[in-house]
């Protein structure tokens, strides 16, 4: 396979369209960090809430371990303090949950923000750029072989652009319908053009 034409223009169109690709993979990839970093701040309310939570469990186990050793009443007195500290736990709970779910969030937008306008470009980009390496390929490998130039010469017939084909010498058809070497040169080139490759020497 050929990825790139021999022809200045079209090679430097096909660069450029590459180069586009890659420029709008890099745009899009810089916008989804700088959504997923938004996003994240969200967390920090949840990060707060753990926080405090933790600090609350903490507090009043230690005020329950506190109370435990007075005696008689003890276990009466941590009892309190032991439900706070759980509902302390509890409420570190819900901060982390709130977190990981930023976490997913802002995981989940960077990731689409990335693969919709990427993929949605590439989708199209990866066809054509594919088609052109196979036809090129073949195309180049038909000029080691003389006869098949008279394959390129029948696809120029059958789909060049008329007034391209206006432009040929006259009676150019007639000469290749009798198997005129010329003819058939003049006809390969217009499709090898067509390809960005050059005319086999003569």
């Known amino acids: 396979m050929r990825f790139y034409a021999e022809q200045p223009a079209l090679r430097s169109r096909q660069l450029a369209a590459d180069a586009g690709v890659l420029l709008w993979t890099v745009f899009w990839v810089l916008v989804a960090r700088v959504v997923h970093g938004a996003v994240l701040v969200l967390a920090e309310p949840g990060r707060a809430v753990e926080d405090l939570g933790r ?19 003890g276990d009466e007195l941590a009892a309190p303090f032991e439900a706070l500290a759980g509902a302390g736990g509890s409420v570190g709970g819900a901060g982390r949950s709130a977190q990981d779910a930023v976490d997913t969030l802002a995981l989940v937008l960077a990731v689409v923000l990335v693969l919709l306008p990427v993929g949605w470009l590439v989708s199209r980009w990866l066809p054509w750029r594919l088609r052109y390496a196979r036809e090129a390929g073949a195309a180049q490998g038909m000029l080691t072989t003389p006869g ?17 084909l206006a432009t040929l010498p ?33």
């Open 55 to 73: 600090s609350v469990a903490g507090s009043m186990g230690s005020a329950a371990e506190a109370a435990e050793d007075v005696p008689v009443v």
């Open 148 to 164: 098949d130039l008279e394959i390129l010469a029948a696809r120029a017939l059958a789909t060049a652009p008329l007034p391209e």
């Open 170 to 202: 006259d009676g150019t058809g007639a000469a290749w319908r009798r198997g005129d070497p010329t003819a058939v040169r003049a006809l390969a080139a217009v499709e090898l053009a067509r390809l960005g490759l050059r005319p086999p020497p003569r």
